[in-house]
């Protein structure tokens, strides 16, 4: 069943204040010997672990980076032009993208007929 996206941006700018990456689990945490170190090694460079996944052997940082694009009123300086980089152009495009922002206008239905997020 597809699942589309609804609402709309209100430009409260949350997106824009931080980088997401993955990494490979198994691999990280064996270079750093444990989670915990490694949480530790990466917090004094304002980094965060927000999640771990054993299945998809997959870890996922986030830090406070805002895009030098956004203005102090949460306006994105190159929207419309081709400078808007692709992901900022396709952003949320699931669930996932926006489970830690729940200020986001846009949602995603879980089922046709069941109640909107
Ligand atoms: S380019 Fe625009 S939409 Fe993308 S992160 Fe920067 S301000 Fe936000
Ligand atoms: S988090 Fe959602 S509402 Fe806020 S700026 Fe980003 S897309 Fe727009």
């Given at each position: 069943?597809?699942?589309?996206?609804t609402?709309?941006?209100?430009?409260?700018?949350?997106?824009c204040?931080?980088?997401?990456m993955t990494?490979?689990?198994?691999?990280?945490?064996?270079?750093?010997?444990?989670?915990k170190?490694?949480?530790?090694?990466?917090?004094?460079?304002?980094?965060?672990v927000?999640?771990?996944?054993?299945?998809?052997?997959q870890?996922?940082y986030s830090m406070?980076?805002p895009?030098?694009?956004?203005?102090s009123?949460?306006?994105?300086?190159?929207?419309d032009?081709p400078r808007k980089p692709?992901?900022?152009?396709?952003?949320?495009?699931?669930?996932?993208?926006?489970?830690?922002?729940p200020?986001?206008g846009?949602?995603?239905?879980?089922?046709?007929?069941?109640?909107?997020?």
């Amino acid at each position: 069943m597809e699942i589309q996206r609804t609402g709309e941006c209100h430009s409260c700018g949350e997106c824009c204040k931080t980088v997401n990456m993955t990494v490979v689990r198994d691999i990280t945490i064996q270079q750093h010997g444990s989670l915990k170190e490694l949480e530790l090694y990466l917090s004094y460079r304002g980094i965060r672990v927000v999640g771990s996944d054993e299945k998809r052997n997959q870890l996922y940082y986030s830090m406070d980076v805002p895009c030098s694009e956004l203005t102090s009123d949460n306006q994105c300086r190159v929207h419309d032009s081709p400078r808007k980089p692709f992901i900022c152009h396709r952003f949320p495009s699931s669930k996932e993208d926006i489970e830690d922002i729940p200020e986001c206008g846009y949602g995603f239905p879980a089922r046709r007929g069941a109640n909107w997020q």
